[in-house]
């Protein structure tokens, strides 16, 4: 990448490919997220994991960088490192985090853990923590997504809460659901049926918990799907953590979670050369400035090309794009070699992480870099 | 990622997903692809996009540091800062890369650029090189891969030679050409067709530039599967650029490019969780420990778990991979929650991107950290 910070230049002098984030975009979708669930009466625990930066994380807490939640470990050590607090490690815990869980659990004021096994379970009662301190855990519960956490229905999800609420050595705080089949919908109706399902078997467990003397102070469910189409169910709920509501994404817009316009980030890209034997022309982004997600869920191939309907971005390489016309000859005169083209993303959270900086816009101006962290 | 250099620890140590480089697999695949060369009497241009680190374009070289070619003016910028000369930037050129090609041709003993096109032939020729050198010019020609390049049998592409070698400020060095093509094949006979068609049809266009006076030098052709497969028709070449070759792959592999033995890389990952409900695990590595391509190329998902051939990683989230049998029930016994399994990569040059750090090993001990390159 060429060096120097590009604060204050335009668009069009930008090397590409190029992150580009609106900045009135991201403010207001995370504004509206902050008072969806202000609405609601429940809190908002903000999950990092589609930018990955300290700016964003403090639209997405307010400014008040208090309450997220990170899919990585490397994650939620950036954050701390930048003056955050009361953070979740939402990945199941594994004996293996010990180490860094236990400087976590140290250095923060809140750090909290997720576990949905037996091991995990018996590694923390075993383990003493830090002094003056005990392992905050949430029980990760499955209502019908079928990736990690004890299922809804299952005896052994409710005997689970019951030995991580009666150790001594930990602060059972709650349960926490990914409703992350909310993606796997043809409309907002579906979506909102996900959203109400999942909220009626959490609800349902929290109630055999009760039963069995176990307080969930905290239930939350996440997924930007459901967290964007709120319903009066969801009151329910203590808090909500979505996340990719941040950049929203042309996923998102097909899901009904928002619409083209709210899409915040967007990759930049110059017309790289013409080829009209082929009706054809390339551009310099390819996989690594865009990810191959979401091929064959749009006509326009692995992304949408901003403003231009009729162009399908059709194969992509490591640093080089195809770009085609649904219909008709391209015409070369409106696309000349070195001008720019804004690709929208299939997945804002796939496309971001290829970046090691976002250049924030406002108009054509830079007026801001962020710069997210990465690994785990 | 977890601070502090894993140089002299064990695999079973590492933060996962990690991505895990087989020093001596690397060495001598670096080692073969020399030894090809040598034997047809062509120089090796080594294509570094796959790896992008300094050891690995050191062992490309056999340690001389010179003839490189790279897909990014960021990945010139690095080899050019850390002593290696003779690079090409082997990317269509347009107008914007000029200020950083001028800086490049300037610092370095030997840069050479690529141009496909008019515009890029009309800008190199109105613009001053630095003060005692010239450009150093190859031109692109696609031989049937369908990407960049003049069309070889188009005049105008031999005309675009003629303009460079005609050009006082440009030394036109010769014609490259990519055979990517050798991808869409389905065994090694359809490689070594498109190896020995792409050498015809590249020497034609030799030809007919030399019945208009251009003496093209350097004729290069590159992509791992034809060099993998080399043949006697590309004794007539001067040189060979491939890349992948490096780590090779799954896709390489099938393509019978390599064994499934000589891919040099894999993804070390930690069971997370057992779901016996659906028959799955869990493990830590999703798309952004891997990547999604390759899926439906492959019986056992997006990618091949070593020495496992029951598995399949069957869906990838951010973090988080599916693993399930291809047949029977999942023996979870033989996979503990914190236990390590090893993905080798559809495509290494894709998966080795999503990494900060390699962790070189021989046996099971890290012996080198390889820090890569990114970005534009």
């Not at 808090?239 to 928002?258: I, K």
């Not at 194969?315 to 016309?325: C, D, H, N, R």
């Not at 008709?328 to 804002?348: K, V």
Request: with cysteine; charged share 20%; glycine share 10%.
């Amino acid at each position: 990448m060429a060096s120097g910070s590009s604060v204050g230049r335009q668009v069009n002098e930008l090397t590409t490919p190029a992150l580009l984030v609106d900045l009135a975009k991201v403010k207001a979708n995370c504004r509206n997220m902050l008072a969806t669930c202000r609405a609601m009466g429940v809190s908002l625990r903000a999950q990092v994991k589609t930018h990955k930066t300290i700016e964003g994380a403090e639209l997405q807490t307010g400014g008040v960088k208090r309450g997220l939640v990170t899919s990585t470990l490397g994650e939620a050590e950036f954050y701390a490192n930048h003056g955050f607090d009361d953070i979740l490690f939402g990945f199941p815990l594994i004996p293996h985090h010990m180490p860094r869980v236990t400087a976590l659990t140290r250095r923060l004021e809140k750090f909290h853990v997720m576990v949905d096994s037996q091991l995990a379970t018996e590694t923390l009662r075993k383990t003493p923590p830090p002094s003056g301190k005990t392992w905050s855990v949430l029980l990760k519960v499955d209502c019908g997504n079928n990736r990690a956490g004890v299922w809804w229905e299952d005896e052994a999800g409710v005997e689970l809460a019951e030995l991580l609420s009666a150790s001594a050595n930990i602060t059972f705080v709650g349960v926490y659901v990914h409703c992350g089949n909310s993606y796997n919908t043809k409309d907002p109706r579906q979506v909102e049926q996900i959203r109400d399902l999942t909220v009626e078997r959490v609800m349902k467990f929290v109630g055999r918990a009760k039963e069995r003397g176990v307080t969930c102070d905290t239930v939350g469910i996440g997924s930007t799907p459901t967290c964007s189409l709120p319903g009066d169910k969801m009151k329910n709920l203590t808090e909500l953590h979505p996340g990719n509501y941040t950049f929203y994404d042309v996923q998102q817009a097909s899901l009904g979670s928002c619409t083209m316009e709210d899409i915040a980030c967007c990759v930049a890209t110059r017309v790289i050369g013409h080829y009209p034997r082929r009706n054809q022309m390339l551009i310099d982004c390819g996989f690594l400035g865009l990810t191959k997600q979401g091929y064959g869920n749009m006509a326009t191939g692995y992304g949408v090309i901003r403003g231009q309907p009729n162009l399908k971005l059709s194969a992509m390489t490591q640093e080089i794009g195809f770009v085609e016309p649904l219909k008709g000859d391209l015409d070369y005169e409106q696309f000349p070699i070195n001008s720019l083209l804004y690709i929208l993303p299939w997945h804002a959270c796939a496309t971001a992480a290829m970046y090691s900086v976002y250049h924030v816009v406002e108009g054509d101006t830079v007026v801001q870099e962020w710069r997210p962290t990465r690994g785990w």
